[in-house]
């Protein structure tokens, strides 16, 4: 079947400092690999994507590399600011068409 | 803006209550999904449609649930005799195509609050 995995939170950094999530998912064939965010208070918004095998995606800072050999698509950013403060959550779209998330990490930034 | 739309934002309803949520998904959207998200958890998938034809509704909890999507536009997905673990946010997307390649345009959801 299909499912993700992601870091239990809450994570509390320092600004500036370094930032890894990480996700991990099962799933039968070739899905595309999503990192979406939700600010407080707001909806789901794309953060980035990766669609095939070693594809890399990035957006405001924030990478992740769909590595199908360890199952893996980790968020970092190397300085995280208060602005970054919100919940992630990691995602998979397959043929069936439906996503699949995993159950969210809350990060806050302390300035 | 052009993005998804939700309505009620917010929706208390006494238990056996019937409600009804809205979504008006990003125009010219094939793919149209509901998702339910408890507090502190990450979306759970509920249904799916392709213009208006239900593909997929293996998540709806119980027969109560019922979704549809007529002119393969707007969606409604209606709970019936609500019952307090109904109690959850209920986010609509809707996604430009039918590959598996392209994002889903979130709503900013309907809170539900079965009291």
Redesign the interface.
Known sequence: GNSVTQMEGPVTLSEEAFLTINCTYTATGYPSLFWYVQYPGEGLQLLLKATKADDKGSNKGFEATYRKETTSFHLEKGSVQVSDSAVYFCALRNTGNQFYFGTGTSLTVIP | GAG?SQSPRYKVAKRGQDVALRCDPISGHV?L?W?QQAL??????LT?F?NEAQ??KS?LPSDRFFAERPEGSVSTLKIQRTQQEDSAVY?C?SSPD?T??????????TRLTVV
């Open positions: 998804v793919s999904f998702y502190g958890q990450g979306p759970e998938f799916y392709q593909l997929d998540g986010l997307a039918l598996g390649n392209t994002e889903a345009f979130f709503g900013q959801g």
